[in-house]
């Protein structure tokens, strides 16, 4: 990790960062605890077609907690390099290790929205080692990200500026990957998960975030919101709350 001068003036304003994962540099905040070293820090990974700035405050309120935090666009979003790929778990775990490297925080927990809580929950089970605890909203399932690509191509053949705005996608790496894995399979096991999800979510079903519990180990814990749509649990002050406390909770 790369570190640059604060974006701002104020002493606990977050630093502009560069990860490399797999070649590609990936544009990210760090923000710092006014104590150091941190208790511990919290990765917040965004979903598709989102960027780092839309989470920078689930980021403030884990640094107001003690934490270390960062925030940073996948490959293929934001101001990252290159498509997002089949290598999307590796920018979590890139992200986690520089994460721990840069603050100095003696563990790292992870927080993802959507796709971002796909890959957490990947990068988890490639490496049971890395995250003490991980907490996934509205984690999208291999068919709804699939439907999501189908989108977007429909959308590029057309040239339809929401489809660029959304973000750059190696569709001939992503497909192989979802049509031969779901993510139940891929977590199976996994213990120390938080899940939060809408029941009226309109863009990943609800019932994919309970068969995903069904195969967790404990503990864990599932927060089903009554409405909220897709980024319900992404603007909950509950499930704000619940996030820090399940990442001190799990420590």
Known sequence: MTAARPSSTHPLAPRRVTIVSDGLQLAALLFMPSVTPPAGALLVCHGAGSTKENHAIMAEQARDSGLAALVFDFRGHGESEGAMDAGGAHDVTDAARALLSESGAPWVAVRGSSMGAHWAL?????????????????????????????????????????????????????????????????????????????????????????????????????????RGGHRGPQRSPRVARATIDWVLENA
Request: one cysteine or more.
């Open 122 to 226: 990947r990068a988890a089970a490639a490496d049971r080692s890395l995250f003490r605890s991980l907490v996934a909203l509205c984690p999208a399932d291999s068919a709804s990200l699939l439907r999501a690509l189908d989108w977007v191509r429909e959308a590029q053949a057309i040239d339809d500026p929401d489809a660029h705005a959304f973000g750059r996608f190696d569709q001939q790496s992503l497909r192989p990957l979802l049509e031969s894995s779901e993510l139940t399979d891929v977590a199976t096991g996994l213990p120390h998960v938080l899940l939060a999800h809408a029941r009226d979510d309109e863009s990943v079903p609800f019932a994919s975030s309970r068969h995903l519990a069904a195969v967790l180990a404990e503990p864990k814990r599932f927060i089903a919101l009554t």
